[in-house]
């Protein structure tokens, strides 16, 4: 069934890069996001991609979109502080003529000094 | 602009004790509506959603019902609340924009003692 893989956590260096990878299996996924969760507190949309695109830039997040190996990557330039958050990767799902989305299960990142 | 509300924010219940928890989204019309529960640690897994009044789609079994009296109102009710009930529900909206992006609350924290 559809799967969507992420690795649980990951820790960088204030100031470093952080990249966050996401697998996922259903091939005729529309549209691919990034959602950030603080915590205690809902989702966040940070960005999405559409599945024809290799790779979108929003100010510090680059999203790159491998569709060949089912890969989506995040990469936070300068992480900061307050980066600090669970970050979810989603793919969209039709299922019954309805537009689902299936959620990894959040790669943990922790900003350190 | 869009908003969604959710409340409480958080709840103790104790087991056996019914269950409602209310999302309410302003701004827009005809949106879909969904219910997640997120448990500890882990990814988010769909429950209901919602593409009209009256209309409403479960996606596990489980000991939980979901109602929409109301255009932007959605409802998430149990008879009689089990300990595996416990989590972080969080309700969620959509439309049919390009992108299908979905906007969460801030989420409920239900423990059930």
């Known amino acids: 069934g559809e799967d969507v893989e992420q690795s649980l956590f990951l820790s960088v260096r204030e100031g470093d890069s952080s990249v966050i990878n996401c697998t996922y299996t259903?091939?005729?996924?529309?549209?691919l996001y990034w959602y950030k969760q603080e915590p205690g507190a809902g989702l966040q949309l940070l960005t999405y991609?559409?599945?024809?695109?290799d790779m979108k830039q929003d100010q510090r997040l680059t999203v790159l979109l491998n569709k060949k190996d089912k890969h989506l990557s995040l990469r936070i330039a300068d992480t900061q502080t307050g980066d600090s958050a669970i970050y979810f990767c989603?793919?969209?799902?039709?299922?019954?003529?309805?537009?689902?989305?299936?959620f990894g299960a959040g790669t943990r990142l922790a900003v350190h000094p | 602009s869009q908003t969604i509300h959710q409340w409480p924010a958080t709840l103790v219940q104790p087991v056996g004790s019914p269950l409602s928890l209310e999302c309410t989204v302003e701004?827009?019309?005809?949106?879909?509506l969904y219910w997640y529960r997120q448990a500890a640690g882990r990814g988010l897994q769909l429950l209901f959603y919602?593409?009209?009044?009256?209309?409403i789609s479960s996606e596990v079994p489980q000991n939980l019902s979901a109602s929409r009296p109301q255009d932007r109102q959605f409802i998430l009710s149990s008879k009689k609340l089990l300990l595996s009930d416990s989590g972080f529900y969080l309700c969620?909206?959509?439309?049919?924009?390009?992108?299908?992006?979905?906007?969460f609350g801030a989420g409920t924290r239900l423990s059930v003692l």
């Open positions: 701004g827009t019309s005809n949106p879909n």
């Open positions: 259903d091939s005729s996924s529309t549209y």
């Open positions: 919602s593409v009209g009044i009256g209309q």
């Open positions: 991609i559409f599945s024809n695109m």
């Open positions: 969620a909206w959509s439309t049919l924009k390009p992108g299908n992006i979905q906007y």
């Open positions: 989603a793919e969209t799902f039709i299922s019954g003529g309805y537009n689902k989305l299936i």
